[in-house]
């Protein structure tokens, strides 16, 4: 079974940055593919970034293109959302999710695994 642990969440000035870590373990993750979800209270949870395993393609929400990054360390069996220039809507628990396959995925039916989340708020 595969366990995966976010981490890095906190509460931050708008127009600041933070940068998530997800950290799985339990297998090994050759062509694994993880993503990154959010949900804001009241509101569903909405994808926000993906990578494929090898790193080769990535995907975002167009709401944080250009703002947030994801990226993969494999040999930490970790991915990572940086991200730069938040604003208030950015507030929500952020999840990272893991499914096996080659590409990247970017609906919450894609998933197999899912962390417990981290929360992330963003003050004006």
């Known amino acids: 079974q595969v366990q995966l642990v976010e981490s890095g969440g906190g509460l931050v000035q708008a127009g600041g940055s933070l940068r998530l870590s997800c950290a799985a373990s339990?297998?090994?993750?050759?062509?694994?593919?993880m993503g990154w979800f959010r949900q804001a209270p009241g509101k569903e949870r909405e994808f926000v970034a993906a990578?494929?395993?090898?790193?080769?393609?990535?995907y975002y929400a167009d709401s944080v293109q250009g703002r947030f990054t994801i990226s993969t360390d494999n040999a930490k069996n970790t991915v990572y959302l940086q991200m730069n220039s938040l604003k208030p809507e950015d507030t929500a628990v952020y999840s990272c999710?893991?499914?096996?396959?080659?590409?990247?995925?970017?609906?919450?039916?894609?998933?197999?695994?899912w962390g417990q989340g981290t929360q992330v708020t963003v003050s004006s």
């Open positions: 999710a893991g499914r096996w396959g080659i590409s990247a995925y970017t609906k919450i039916h894609d998933y197999e695994d």
């Open positions: 990578i494929s395993w090898s790193g080769g393609t990535t």
């Open positions: 339990g297998r090994t993750f050759r062509t694994y593919a």
